[in-house]
C-alpha cells in the first residue's frame, strides 16, 4: 500500500488546479477564496489518510480473452475516511455550498489519480495501461465482485449490502496492462482525443458514476448529469 500520489497532493492548493475545477464546474469568479479555503480543510487529512494500493489479479482466467502480452491487477484508490468526515461536518452545519466544493474537488482529485497510476505502471513495469473495467460497469465485471476484490486488496475500504464503498471518495478496478505500444490508455478522459476509446466518460454513464464511487444525493446526481 502506497500513500496517494504525493506530487498530486503538492498540486491539490495550487493556484492553477483550483482554477481548473472552478472553471469546470461553473463556479463564479468570486468564489475562488472559498474554494481554497475548503481545500486547504481537505489537504491535512489526505495527507494522513489517502493511499492507493495494487495486486495481480487472476480475472483473465475467467472472464477476458487470455492475450500472451497482457496481464491484469487489481486496484484501488481512497482519499480517507476523514474527507467523508468534513464533509459531514459541512452539511450538518448547512453549508452545503462547502460539501459540494469537497465533493468536486475530491472527484476531480480521484481523476487524476488515473493518470498517475498508468504513469507508475509506465516507469515500474515492462507494460503500460490498456484499459480499465469498474465493477458494475460491463456485464464481464458485475457489481457483486466488489467484495471479493476490496478482500484481496485491502481492509482500509469497506462495502455494505448496496454495494457502497466506506470511505466514499474511494475507487475500485481492474486495470488491464499490455506491452503493445498501439494501445494505450491515456486515463479516464483526462486530455484524451481517442473518442473510440471504450472507456470514454461522456458516452458511458455506468464507468461515470463507477470511476468515483461515491454514493450522492439527487441534487449532486443531478448537478454531475447521472440521475434521469
Same mark, same amino acid.
Given at each position: 500500500?502506497?500513500?496517494? *500520489?504525493?506530487?498530486?497532493?503538492?498540486? *491539490?492548493?495550487?493556484?492553477? *488546479?483550483?482554477?481548473?475545477?472552478?472553471?469546470? *464546474?461553473?463556479?463564479?469568479?468570486?468564489?475562488?477564496?472559498?474554494?481554497?479555503?475548503?481545500?486547504?480543510?481537505?489537504?491535512?487529512?489526505?495527507?494522513?489518510?489517502?493511499?492507493?494500493?495494487?495486486?495481480?489479479?487472476?480475472?483473465?482466467?475467467?472472464?477476458?480473452?487470455?492475450?500472451?502480452?497482457?496481464?491484469?491487477?487489481?486496484?484501488?484508490?481512497?482519499?480517507?475516511?476523514?474527507?467523508?468526515?468534513?464533509?459531514?461536518?459541512?452539511?450538518?452545519?448547512?453549508?452545503?455550498?462547502?460539501?459540494?466544493?469537497?465533493?468536486?474537488?475530491?472527484?476531480?482529485?480521484?481523476?487524476?489519480?488515473?493518470?498517475?497510476?498508468?504513469?507508475?505502471?509506465?516507469?515500474?513495469?515492462?507494460?503500460?495501461?490498456?484499459?480499465?473495467?469498474?465493477?458494475?460497469?460491463?456485464?464481464?465485471?458485475?457489481?457483486?465482485?466488489?467484495?471479493?476484490?476490496?478482500?484481496?486488496?485491502?481492509?482500509?475500504?469497506?462495502?455494505?449490502?448496496?454495494?457502497?464503498?466506506?470511505?466514499?471518495?474511494?475507487?475500485?478496478?481492474?486495470?488491464?496492462?499490455?506491452?503493445?505500444?498501439?494501445?494505450?490508455?491515456?486515463?479516464?478522459?483526462?486530455?484524451?482525443?481517442?473518442?473510440?476509446?471504450?472507456?470514454?466518460?461522456?458516452?458511458?454513464?455506468?464507468?461515470?458514476?463507477?470511476?468515483?464511487?461515491?454514493?450522492?444525493?439527487?441534487?449532486?446526481?443531478?448537478?454531475?448529469?447521472?440521475?434521469?
Amino acid at each position: 500500500m502506497e500513500h496517494f *500520489f504525493p506530487a498530486l497532493l503538492d498540486e *491539490f492548493i495550487s493556484a492553477d *488546479f483550483l482554477e481548473k475545477v472552478r472553471i469546470k *464546474f461553473h463556479f463564479e469568479k468570486e468564489q475562488t477564496a472559498q474554494i481554497r479555503r475548503v481545500a486547504e480543510e481537505m489537504l491535512p487529512a489526505m495527507r494522513e489518510e489517502a493511499f492507493w494500493v495494487r495486486k495481480a489479479s487472476s480475472v483473465e482466467h475467467q472472464r477476458l480473452p487470455n492475450a500472451s502480452d497482457t496481464a491484469y491487477e487489481c486496484a484501488a484508490m481512497s482519499l480517507g475516511r476523514g474527507i467523508d468526515l468534513l464533509q459531514e461536518s459541512f452539511s450538518e452545519k448547512g453549508l452545503l455550498s462547502e460539501s459540494y466544493i469537497v465533493e468536486v474537488l475530491a472527484g476531480e482529485l480521484l481523476m487524476r489519480g488515473y493518470d498517475a497510476y498508468n504513469r507508475y505502471i509506465a516507469e515500474h513495469t515492462d507494460r503500460h495501461v490498456a484499459r480499465y473495467h469498474f465493477p458494475g460497469s460491463e456485464d464481464a465485471f458485475p457489481l457483486e465482485m466488489l467484495p471479493e476484490l476490496l478482500k484481496d486488496l485491502t481492509q482500509k475500504i469497506t462495502c455494505n449490502a448496496a454495494f457502497c464503498m466506506q470511505p466514499k471518495k474511494s475507487v475500485v478496478f481492474v486495470a488491464e496492462l499490455t506491452q503493445d505500444e498501439n494501445v494505450h490508455c491515456k486515463g479516464i478522459c483526462i486530455g484524451c482525443s481517442n473518442t473510440s476509446c471504450p472507456n470514454r466518460v461522456e458516452e458511458n454513464d455506468l464507468i461515470r458514476k463507477r470511476m468515483a464511487d461515491m454514493p450522492l444525493t439527487y441534487g449532486y446526481s443531478r448537478i454531475f448529469g447521472i440521475a434521469r
